[in-house]
């Protein structure tokens, strides 16, 4: 996810985040711990967000930890000794002596260097303190809507495996509109995880109250699908300028750029559902993507 402030025209604040970092933003209960309370300092009352590997959880008297998400590995003293970078789970609490008394709260995978593969690969090489960078983000995400600032909400689709596009595996143009087609063997589409992930994202925008009021999507089916099962209640502007390289030769980023400078300054935000170069600023496959920039400068 991108979230680009315009301001006078003028894009600052380009955040990029996991598509499921909202789902800790819930406007629910969830993250309340009656009775118990997490001490790590990393921890800011609705999210903690864990920067090492081995990060062991402290909290106020003896708990019993589990998830069900496979993405993190815990034990029940609540020792993470490794969580995906980028993905908020769920974690449930529960005091020693009540073990069925659970209680639910969330993590997020926020340094690199210990996890996966440097994330500096992908976000440019300003991107060096992915940990703060989290930080400076999700402060800015539970400070929207801001008053006399228009924002753009900038999304890869949902998760999307569910086949192939057409160009990638074919030397021929194919058939005609391939790239718009709900049929896997033309293009790739969304798996059921995506399409639940979509739900529950638009479910907790909704949630949040943020102010959108225009929808753009690339011309691709999993991209106009996300933002379909996103429930929003707004029409759906399909622009080729945001489909994914596998049609789209252009530069994305500047294609996303020419969108936003044609939307009023109206103190709302457009929410846009594009593909996963958005994001890049290395040349992947042979295609510009993002410009050298840091997430969060």
């Not at 118990?36 to 300092?41: H, L, V």
């Not at 703060?132 to 809507?145: C, D, E, I, R």
């Not at 925008?205 to 933002?227: C, D, M, Q």
């Amino acid at each position: 996810m991108i979230l680009l402030s315009l301001r006078k025209r003028h894009f600052v604040n380009i955040l990029w985040l996991s598509i499921l970092l909202l789902s800790a933003c819930k406007k629910s209960d969830d993250h309340e711990l009656p009775g118990i309370q997490i001490t790590s300092a990393e921890y800011d009352g609705k999210l903690l967000f864990v920067n090492k590997n081995n990060f062991q959880i402290t909290t106020n008297r003896d708990a019993i930890f589990s998830s069900d998400d496979s993405r993190v590995k815990m034990d029940a003293n609540g020792l993470v000794k490794r969580l995906t970078s980028g993905e908020v789970v769920a974690i449930d609490i529960a005091p020693k002596e009540q073990p069925e008394n659970k209680t639910r709260f969330y993590l997020l995978g926020a340094t690199d260097t210990n996890h996966d593969k440097p994330q500096i690969t992908y976000n440019g090489k300003g991107a060096t303190d992915t940990y703060n960078s989290y930080l400076k983000g999700w402060a800015t995400l539970q400070k929207l809507p801001v008053s006399n600032e228009t924002y753009a909400l900038v999304l890869r689709h949902a998760d999307a495996d569910q086949g192939v596009d057409y160009s990638l595996n074919h030397d021929d143009a194919g058939p005609a509109n391939w790239w718009k087609s709900k049929d896997k063997a033309l293009a790739r589409q969304l798996n059921e995880e995506g399409r639940i992930r979509a739900r529950e994202l638009g479910a907790n925008l909704k949630a949040l109250g943020y102010p959108i009021s225009r929808v753009y999507a690339s011309e691709f089916n999993r991209a106009i699908e996300t933002v379909e099962l996103m429930e929003l209640n707004l029409p759906i502007k399909q622009d080729s300028l945001l489909n994914h390289p596998s049609h789209n030769k252009g530069d994305l980023f500047k294609g996303l750029i020419r969108i936003l400078q044609g939307t009023p300054i109206d103190n709302k935000i457009t929410l846009l559902s594009t593909h996963h170069p958005i994001n890049e600023i290395i040349i992947s496959g042979g295609y510009p993507t993002f410009p050298d920039v840091s997430p969060f400068n």
